[in-house]
Every structure is written in C-alpha cells, then in structure tokens.
C-alpha cells in the first residue's frame, strides 16, 4: 500500500484555459493540444512565451521574466507629493532614491 497517490494531470482547453491554480499556466501555442504547465519564477528563462501569462508574478520581457509592481501602470507618470517629517523638520535638504537633493 502506498502511503501517497498522485492526483490527475490538470487540463484545459482553447476556450477553457484556467488549470485549477495560480502556479499553473495552459500552453496553447507550443503545443498540438493545450497542456496546463508551471508558471515560471521571476528572473527566469521565458523565451518564446513572450506577451503571454507565463511568468509568475512577473511579465516576459526578452525572453526574462521581470517582477511586476501591483499598480505600477497606474503609477507611471505621477508625480507624488513630499511630506516633512516633524524629526526632520530643521533640515533644508532631503536626499532623493535616485541620489539628487531636494532643496525646500
């Protein structure tokens, strides 16, 4: 007796392509007959899969997968307020992420 079974393979279709999770992904375009697959990690291999689904938390870009911010397309062009922080309050200067100082 063997003290684990393996489930079935899951499957999809052209018009059906959820595999049942959010690991998984259906392969139509490689494949003579859709296949639910892994998704691949980002920082991973993705070449050929480019524009699809593929990648897990990220999007194919060249043939990587490149981590994708939530809202990041929302945010693109948006200018953002700065706040002065009480602590900070007697600085005239406050340095920016990308090195640059802010005078106020």
Do not use: W
Request: some cysteine; hydrophobic content about 25%; proline content about 7%.
């Amino acid at each position: 007796d063997n003290m684990y079974e393996y489930a079935p393979r899951p499957i999809c279709e052209i018009t059906r392509r959820d595999c049942g999770s959010k690991y998984l992904y259906c392969d139509v375009r490689h494949n003579s007959e859709p296949m639910c697959m892994s998704k691949i990690r980002a920082g991973g291999n993705c070449t050929g899969f480019e524009g699809t689904e593929v990648c897990f938390g990220a999007e194919c870009v060249k043939g990587i997968c490149q981590p994708t911010v939530p809202g990041q397309s929302e945010l693109k062009g948006r200018k953002t307020d700065l706040v002065r922080f009480s602590p900070f309050s007697s600085f005239t200067s406050y340095p920016l992420l990308n090195n640059e100082v802010l005078n106020m």
